[in-house]
């Protein structure tokens, strides 16, 4: 079973940037595809974007897409998220997950088993 701890979260200013990071723990994080799906208060946890296990395909939320950037390096058993040009509507808790399934159970929060503890992205206008 994998564990997943994520960091690189914090509270920045509309247009600006931050980087996630999900450090995984046990030698299988190599056999998952990863995603990270965020929750907003009142609301339910939503897909944000998702990687394969060899980092070859990159799946996002249309309203994420062309501002965030989902990659992962095996041999250090971690993922990222870059985001990029944040808006307020991003603030939320962000976790990462592992998955099992094929790809297209991975745009839902069904689609994971193990998950982080989350990690709070903060975006003032």
């Known amino acids: 079973q994998v564990q997943l701890v994520e960091s690189g979260g914090g509270l920045v200013q509309a247009g600006g940037s931050l980087r996630l990071s999900c450090a995984a723990s046990?030698?299988?994080?190599?056999?998952?595809?990863m995603g990270w799906l965020r929750q907003a208060p009142g609301k339910e946890r939503e897909f944000v974007a998702a990687i394969s296990w060899s980092g070859g395909a990159t799946y996002y939320a249309d309203s994420v897409k062309g501002r965030f950037t989902i990659s992962r390096d095996n041999a250090k058993n971690t993922v990222y998220l870059q985001m990029d040009s944040l808006k307020p509507e991003d603030t939320a808790v962000y976790y990462c997950a592992t998955s099992q399934g094929p790809p297209a159970e991975r745009m839902s929060a069904a689609g994971y088993d193990t998950w982080g503890q989350g990690t709070q992205v903060t975006v003032s206008s």
């Open positions: 046990g030698r299988t994080f190599r056999n998952y595809a």
